[in-house]
């Protein structure tokens, strides 16, 4: 987790230009690219993040006065693995439909939520898992990109099939349902590795967004 301040040199801290670009990444569907400068090194590349959380803290300006700035929770973002004492989130989708699943992951996707840490990490998981179930039950075991039922069937007895960032070049971490897919694995590797995986990633992202505006009705 990374604590990162926003910017604005003088009074409150407001969500205009780069803090709200950060905070609203996932739904602009940008990837969070953060570099360090020092000094004379020059600039280091720390990673591809996503915005788990903000808070708002009492800090000096550079006239120093006491102004309100903001502080972002960051986490890389191919760390998708859930944190351990989460609970499981498919308990909480018995008897939900997929307009239903649909509302969950949109508005998971859509809010920053105004919490640090432990909280931050947890309702990131959250995000993540709601667009996954969702996609997945989109999806309805058929391959979002060949169009072909999934290759077999998991242990808990589902079809199995990736989710796949469309506008990434990374898989992990939460994202919004419009740049998901729900792939059978050698799409998903031909997507990453094939001569003509961005041809493919194209027609997917195609797919999804038709998908997506029937769903819109
Ligand atoms: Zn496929």
Redesign the pocket.
Known sequence: MLRYFGEGQVGDMVFERGNRAIRDHLVDGKDLLIFHTHGREGVRFLGQFECAGYSHEIRTDRFSRSRSAIVFELVLANVGEPVKDEEPIEELDLGVDLAGLRARALEAARSTPQVTGTAARRSLYRRSAAVRRYVLARAAGI?E??N?PAPFVTQRGEPYLEPHHTRRLSDGGPDDPRFVGA??P??HREIHHGLHGSTKNDALIQAISQKEASAEG
């Open positions: 391959c990109s060949c072909q792939v059978c050698s799409c």
